[in-house]
């Protein structure tokens, strides 16, 4: 079956702009997470949804840094007045269910470039 | 708080030969941990996972993890490496509050595989 998609899968972005980054999860999973992944570095949580709850937001760097899940499925990440301290992989994941025992299932990422 | 440390940022082993990818963790609880790797230009996939259950964990490919409570260590193994192994590999805690099973990685190893 399909899995998690993202797009675009890269984003060049002048400083200042503001960009959104989409996410599609796998049909019927209700956990839904994003992570920022720094070059050499291994991924940092951002942000949890549970259907279209955002449960915990704690990982989300500043206030320019919003995501939505309005209808339980597709998620956005929008991050405004982008920064070059924001160039990254932004990787989307999701599971079955909340708590651990449920495997998170990644998407390819979205690499952002801020000049 | 739960973290993980990847004791080597990269390592080199000839095709054939045994591959050790060391990773310590630190939890107050009892806690689920994973090995994911991560093939360049490609998503993040599960590896194997430990759940307090069998502590010798076996995953896909060929690779083991035994979990060990008294040296808090999970380390990651291979009997012979194949060249398609070569790729960045992450070991990864659940944390355990909120249990919304969010994710904290490891700073992550380069497997490198020589012919």
């Known amino acids: 079956g399909a899995g998690v998609s993202q797009s675009p899968r890269y984003k060049v972005a002048k400083r200042g702009q503001d960009v959104a980054l989409r996410c599609d999860p796998i049909?019927?999973?209700?956990?839904l997470f994003w992570y920022q992944q720094a070059l050499g570095q291994g991924p940092e949580f951002l942000t949890y949804?549970?259907?279209?709850?955002?449960?915990?937001k704690s990982g989300l760097p500043s206030d320019r840094f919003f995501a939505e899940r309005p209808e339980g499925s597709v998620s956005t990440l929008k991050i405004q007045r982008t920064q070059q301290e924001d160039s990254a992989v932004y990787l989307c994941?999701?599971?079955?269910?909340?708590?651990?025992?449920?495997?998170?299932?990644f998407g390819p990422g979205t690499r952002l470039t801020v000049t | 708080a739960q973290s993980v440390t990847q004791l080597d940022s990269h390592v080199s082993v000839s095709e054939g030969t045994p591959v050790l990818l060391r990773c310590n963790y630190s939890?107050?609880?009892?806690?689920?941990l994973f090995w994911y790797v991560q093939h360049p230009n490609k998503g993040l996939q599960l590896l194997l996972k430990?759940?307090?259950?069998?502590?010798l964990v076996k995953g896909i490919n060929g690779f083991e993890a035994e979990f060990k409570k008294s040296e808090t260590s999970f380390h990651l193994t291979k009997p012979s490496a194949h060249m398609s192994d070569a790729a960045e590999y992450f070991c990864?805690?659940?944390?355990?509050?909120?249990?919304?099973?969010?994710?904290?990685f490891g700073q992550g190893t380069t497997l490198q595989v020589k012919p």
């Open positions: 994941a999701s599971s079955l269910g909340p708590g651990r025992p449920y495997e998170q299932y």
């Open positions: 049909s019927g999973h209700v956990s």
């Open positions: 949804f549970q259907n279209e709850a955002q449960l915990d």
């Open positions: 939890s107050s609880y009892s806690p689920s």
């Open positions: 430990y759940t307090s259950a069998a502590t």
């Open positions: 990864v805690v659940s944390a355990a509050s909120g249990n919304t099973g969010k994710l904290i």
